[in-house]
């Protein structure tokens, strides 16, 4: 049995969970949620809990078990206090900037790079304009958005330039040797 799947789930005040079959819908403060879960696992709300079991004792339903608690917990959280991503732009010349939907980052290429954030994500930019905040109810798709940023211009090992996490150490190497 999984570690992680036979955990119960703890459903916080104002959050409800709606399950029908394999398809569950969660409705919070903050928004609402829907998955079909895979085949071999079973959702069942007990009180203030909700636990997730397997069906039979196959491979797959153990494989699917922890995954299924994963993303039914990340539900309930997604949906009461909600997923956030920050990242740092470092270098000369660097910023980014938000319009409603739209962020244009300005990050030395020869024009501004401009994307479209999916249904669900709001980006707000901070601090001098260096600081993206990527926030939603959707931790895989909050998780995407900021990897897609990130990898306009992922940050280089040795000015360190570029788009990283807030919390992501980049290694720096050091440049030439130069003559003697």
């Known amino acids: 049995m999984s570690r992680i799947g036979k955990k119960p789930i703890p459903l916080p005040n104002k959050v409800t969970i709606d399950i029908k079959g394999q398809h569950i819908a969660v409705k919070g403060p903050k928004g609402s949620l829907e998955l079909d879960l895979p085949s071999k696992v079973s959702v069942k709300q007990e009180g203030e809990n909700v636990v997730v079991t397997t069906d039979d004792d196959s491979r797959t339903a153990r494989e699917r078990h922890g995954l299924s608690r994963t993303l039914v917990a990340n539900m309930v959280e997604g949906v ?17 900037q938000a319009q409603g939907t739209k ?38 798709v909050v998780g995407n958005t900021a990897a897609t940023i990130r990898a306009v211009r992922p940050p280089e090992p040795y000015k360190g330039k570029g788009i990283r996490y807030v919390d992501e150490f980049v290694r720096r190497k050091a440049g030439k040797a130069g003559k003697k």
């Open 80 to 96: 009461s206090k909600g997923f956030e991503k920050r990242l740092s732009i470092q270098g000369v010349g660097y910023r980014a």
């Open 103 to 140: 962020l244009t980052l300005n990050v030395g290429y020869s024009n501004p790079v401009e994307m479209t954030m999916p249904k669900g994500v709001n980006v707000k930019v901070e601090n001098n304009f260096t600081m993206v905040t990527v926030s939603g109810i959707n931790k895989e």
